[in-house]
């Protein structure tokens, strides 16, 4: 109990210092639901720093943002916790822009400001919008920052299929693309003969996910070809199926060649890897578009929480892009995965100028998604309310 009124403390005391600041440096804030997204934010609070002097305010909802206490300079960051002070803090809001990658606004109870405020979305996805979201998760918002084309096209046929007002659409691309692209870490791994090949399952989460329903038959299979296997869970799954990973890990923990990672940076899982299996996660775009690794899908159903997406006459990327930058198997042909794979580490350079390919094709300015953003934003705080 002790500790539950020390945590609303410290949220009321992060909302009320939020509130003391001058109403004239609130001018662009940042929004996270958890500590995870700062790394879709950073290239463009780095590249703000250049466009403007002044303070850039964060406000998280994650108790052990790291971000509170290690932030950088020009950052004010603030606690506000994820109940009845972050209503509070997005019903009173008053800024001129409020930048975040939490869809469903005005859906639930995060409601729009009563005061004149720029909501502008930032993916965390390079998925499309439509099938994996619901319907309306993107209509409130005034500014979308879009990832490639296919968001363009996605939202404009939204607004007309639905009459809603035309939003600002940015052509922006993927902050968390480009820093992997700067880190200079494309390609296939040089291996010798003797070493493994090195496998990293990341799916999605969901009744219906990869390892929820074929975890342990897929895990058996390439352990017993030879291959390494890191095991990484949607953090959705260990919180909701808890069940399934501890069984997982209880089965193949002891095992020579698997791994299992739960950390929240991926960074070490994924350069140490050759090749990802994955289903229908955003991951896997990363992966094959940043890395330039190629990715064997396992073709579980659909993950769908808008049943009508089809009447927007787009193919969802996450569905069309498969064959570009991997290969696709069904769950019943799981022991053909060794063969597959073994074919798709042979042929990783063909596969690395497919990666290539589909990022140019998918993704807006390759390197510069920051200053994009940046400059737009700051264009932003200038207009006349």
């Known amino acids: 109990m002790l500790a539950v009124v020390k945590r609303l403390s410290r949220e009321w005391q992060g909302l009320k210092a939020?509130?003391?600041?001058?109403?004239?440096?609130?001018?662009?804030?940042?929004?996270a639901e958890n500590g995870g997204y700062w790394?879709?934010?950073?290239?463009?609070?780095?590249?703000?720093q250049r466009e403007c002097f002044e303070p850039?305010?964060?406000?998280?909802?994650?108790?052990?943002?790291?971000?509170?206490?290690?932030?950088?300079?020009?950052?004010?960051?603030?606690?506000?916790?994820?109940?009845?002070?972050?209503?509070?803090?997005?019903?009173?809001?008053?800024?001129?822009?409020?930048?975040?990658?939490?869809?469903?606004?005005?859906?639930?109870?995060?409601?729009?400001?009563?005061?004149?405020?720029?909501y502008v979305y930032l993916h965390h996805s390079l998925v499309s919008t439509h099938m994996v979201y619901r319907p309306a998760a993107f209509d409130h918002f005034d500014v979308i920052l879009c990832v490639g084309?296919?968001?363009?096209?996605?939202?404009?046929?939204?607004?007309?299929?639905?009459?809603?007002?035309?939003k600002e659409l940015v052509?922006?691309?993927?902050?968390?693309?480009?820093?992997?692209?700067?880190?200079?870490?494309?390609?296939?791994?040089?291996?010798?003969?003797?070493?493994?090949?090195?496998?990293?399952?990341a799916p999605t989460w969901g009744e219906q996910g990869l390892l929820e329903r074929h975890g342990h038959e897929l895990i058996k299979v390439l352990l017993s070809a030879g291959f390494g296997v890191t095991v990484r869970p949607h953090p959705r799954t260990i919180k909701l199926k808890s069940d399934v990973i501890h069984d997982l890990v209880g089965v193949f923990g002891l095992h020579d060649l698997f791994v299992f990672d739960d950390q929240p940076n991926a960074r070490a899982s994924l350069l140490q890897a050759d090749?990802?299996?994955s289903d229908w996660s955003g991951a896997a775009l990363e992966f094959a578009m940043g890395l330039e690794r190629p990715v064997l899908f396992i073709d579980v159903p659909r993950k769908i929480l808008n049943s009508e997406y089809q009447s927007l006459n787009c193919e969802p990327l996450e569905l069309s892009i498969r064959e570009e930058v991997g290969v696709i198997l069904k769950p019943e042909e799981l022991?053909?995965?060794?063969?597959?794979?073994?074919?798709?580490?042979?042929?990783?350079?063909?596969?690395?100028?497919?990666?290539?390919?589909?990022?140019?094709?998918?993704?807006f300015n390759e390197g510069n998604s920051g200053r994009v953003a940046a400059h737009f934003l700051t264009t932003l705080t200038t207009k006349t309310k």
């Not at 296919?150 to 639905?162: M, P, S, V």
Request: hydrophobic share 40%; proline share 6%.
């Open 56 to 118: 850039i305010l964060y406000v998280t909802s994650c108790e052990q943002d790291p971000l509170l206490t290690e932030a950088p300079e020009g950052f004010l960051t603030f606690y506000i916790g994820q109940g009845s002070m972050r209503t509070l803090f997005f019903a009173g809001l008053d800024a001129d822009v409020l930048v975040m990658t939490m869809p469903d606004l005005q859906t639930f109870h995060i409601k729009r400001s009563h005061h004149s405020v720029r």
């Open 39 to 48: 790394s879709y934010f950073e290239p463009v609070f780095i590249a703000l």
């Open 335 to 363: 022991h053909k995965s060794p063969v597959v794979l073994r074919d798709m580490f042979n042929n990783r350079a063909s596969w690395q100028d497919a990666s290539r390919n589909a990022r140019k094709r998918w993704v």
């Open 149 to 166: 084309p296919h968001h363009e096209q996605e939202i404009r046929n939204r607004e007309a299929l639905q009459g809603l007002p035309h």
């Open 275 to 277: 090749i990802m299996i």
């Open 171 to 201: 052509q922006h691309g993927y902050g968390r693309l480009d820093s992997i692209l700067t880190e200079g870490v494309q390609g296939p791994i040089s291996r010798d003969g003797s070493e493994p090949i090195n496998v990293v399952v």
């Open 18 to 31: 939020f509130n003391a600041v001058p109403r004239s440096e609130r001018k662009i804030v940042f929004y």
